[in-house]
């Protein structure tokens, strides 16, 4: 092996533990997240500019900023003081984690089988409002962040399986024929 094949080989291991750097710091930035504006006391979704966070993590601390936030862009000049909640529980204001923490030893209140852990991008998880004569099920993603815990109080928790089911028979009934079991 030459100098010239060494060093280039040196120089690309470097920039990859440098790009892996970059992707965990960025991995971790990403995702809506509830915290509660210090200026109005009330739950707001907030999103972290996760390629900022992952760029400046690079040089040390990662530097948090908003890109997203409920209360914009009427309010996009405030002065991201709920950055320090994030920065004291980065995961545990994360909105897949309080809705993870909910499901944790969950059943589905339609096929009673455990609801277990979720996987997010794949099979999101679900919900139905009891309240609700005709039991629409929700994905998660339907359901505003500021709404997340209103929710958790007032819905029960669906497996993918039943979600699928219940949306297929909500949109097509006429392709749907329920026979007694």
Known sequence: ??????????????VAAFAGWAARGYLNARGERLIECPETHTPEGVRVDAGHAAMTGLMGRPELRLSD????????????????????????????????????GKTCVLCHRPVGEREWLEHPPAL????????????????????????????????????????????????????PS
């Open 1 to 14: 092996m030459t100098t010239g094949t060494a060093i280039l080989l040196a120089l690309v291991a470097v």
């Open 69 to 104: 936030c409920t209360r914009w862009p009427e309010n996009r000049n405030c002065g991201q003081d709920c950055l320090s909640q994030i920065q004291a529980a980065p995961d545990g204001c994360l909105v897949r984690s309080t809705v993870a923490r909910w499901y944790e």
């Open 128 to 179: 139905v409002d009891l309240r609700d004569q005709s039991r629409r099920t929700r994905s998660w993603q339907d359901v505003p962040a500021t709404r997340i815990h209103d929710a958790l109080d007032t819905h029960a928790p669906i497996c993918w399986n039943c979600h699928v089911t219940e949306t297929f028979r909500r949109e097509r009934p006429e392709l749907v024929i329920d026979r």
